[in-house]
């Protein structure tokens, strides 16, 4: 037991709960001001179900004895012999630290979604949603990915971070759920313009804080590989924001606070599978290449294909994090992390590339499989849109009964 390690695991934790309402900030600010307090609820009430569903069940499927590569076993139930002492994944820190760092990642994931569906999915039909797909895709996927016995893990491929267990799952997920839902009924008709812009701002500062505590506590200890995932972050985040700012000058003439916001959260999910693997230069060229790709499906395939992604979850998480584990797999190096199995592409193999590959393509099937999954369960429960009449009066009022805004005046809606 180490005391450093624990302090260190227990901080990063915390900052990583600070993420999700550093989401809902961002994803709130980016909405329409009818429908900020339920873009908001949309992250808050997560951290409630995630984390009774993480002590109940989450971490015991995620975590607890393999079952054929997929799944945990029922063995740590509402975190029994979950205690004090170190357990199987982290040798100089409580077991229970570990399970409460890991809970984080459970209730920020299925946050990342609803911005797809903002404003236009009813709060009933969220929630039941979220509930089953922590269980259907989330614990599954963590497990493949990090548990003992997965079997992502067994064939070699890594995600130090979260890039295939957070981003890829929920970004795909978001693109099915978006395309099943339909898009809003003034959409190609009204003009989506974002409400808050320093409420973005504070959620991205937020998001960031947060992040260096996602990544760089993946370590599970406060030594030089922490400090390396914590540097390869904020260089990567860096990178993407000059990018995204440059992009912004080359298609309007100038740079907008919203684009530099939206570059430094591209940069951190690009960077979160390889942030432990990777040396920094290549943190840099993650960073700087990740901003155009996710410009591009943002501005350019978005409205090509005619899907309605209304708060962009699938074009920056999706893609990003699909980007970010293919990253992974060409600028993985041992020196770096002695852990991985090969070293990337661009040290000349080919197993860590070919392995990450496939980690996608399983990540993407399972995202899709089980959100459509979950969608036909919760159609059980009625119509899983509000009615465009709620849609136009807004949210706040018809889910929640309450307005973000009670005595603003101004002309936007």
Not at 47 to 61: N, R
Not at 218 to 225: P, V, Y
Request: aromatic content about 10%; glycine content about 14%; overall charge neutral.
């Amino acid at each position: 037991m180490n005391a450093s390690d624990t302090g260190f695991v227990l901080i990063c934790a915390a900052f990583v709960l600070f993420m999700t309402p550093g989401l809902a900030f961002f994803y709130g600010g980016l909405g329409r001001r009818k429908n900020v307090v339920n873009t908001i609820m949309g992250s808050f009430f997560i951290i409630g179900v995630a984390t009774i569903m993480w002590m109940a069940v989450g971490f015991s499927l995620s975590f607890g004895a393999d079952h054929a590569g997929v799944i945990g076993g029922l063995e740590h139930l509402f975190l029994a012999g979950v205690g004090q002492e170190p357990g199987p994944y982290a040798g100089t820190v409580p077991y229970l630290a570990f399970a409460m760092f890991q809970m984080m990642f459970a209730v920020i994931t299925p946050a990342l979604i609803t911005g797809a569906v903002a404003g236009r999915m009813r709060f009933k039909s969220l929630f039941a949603f979220v509930v089953l797909w922590t269980l259907v895709v989330y614990y599954p996927i963590a497990h493949m990915v990090w548990g003992e016995g997965g079997w992502l893990a067994a064939i070699g491929s890594v995600d130090f971070a979260g890039g295939n267990v957070v981003h890829i799952s929920s970004g795909v997920s978001a693109l099915v759920l978006c395309l099943v839902l339909g898009r809003r009924v003034e959409w190609g008709q009204a003009t989506y313009r974002v409400h808050n812009i320093p409420l973005v701002a504070i959620g991205t500062s937020l998001l960031l804080l947060g992040w260096l505590g996602f990544n760089s506590g993946s370590a599970l200890a406060a030594d030089g590989l922490a400090a390396h995932a914590f540097a390869a972050s904020i260089i990567s985040a860096a990178a993407a924001e000059c990018t995204w700012m440059l992009m912004d000058v080359a298609t309007d003439g100038r740079p907008t606070l919203v684009g530099a916001c939206t570059g430094v959260v591209i940069g951190l999910v690009a960077i979160t599978p390889g942030c432990g693997f990777v040396p920094l230069w290549a943190a840099l060229v993650i960073g700087a290449l990740a901003s155009p790709i996710c410009f591009l499906c943002v501005s350019r395939l978005k409205p090509l294909l005619g899907y309605d992604d209304a708060l962009d979850a699938f074009g920056c998480h999706g893609v990003g994090g699909i980007f970010g584990a293919l990253c992974t797999g060409i600028f993985a190096c041992k020196d770096v992390n002695p852990a991985i199995r090969w070293n990337g592409l661009a040290f000349g193999e080919v197993g860590l590339f070919s392995a990450q590959a496939l980690s996608v393509v399983v990540t993407i099937a399972l995202a899709v499989v089980g959100t459509l999954a979950c969608v036909c369960v919760v159609r059980l429960l009625g119509d899983m849109r509000v009615s465009a009449r709620d849609e136009r009066v807004g949210l706040d009022v018809t889910q929640h009964g309450e307005r973000a805004y009670p005595s603003f005046n101004g002309l936007d809606d």
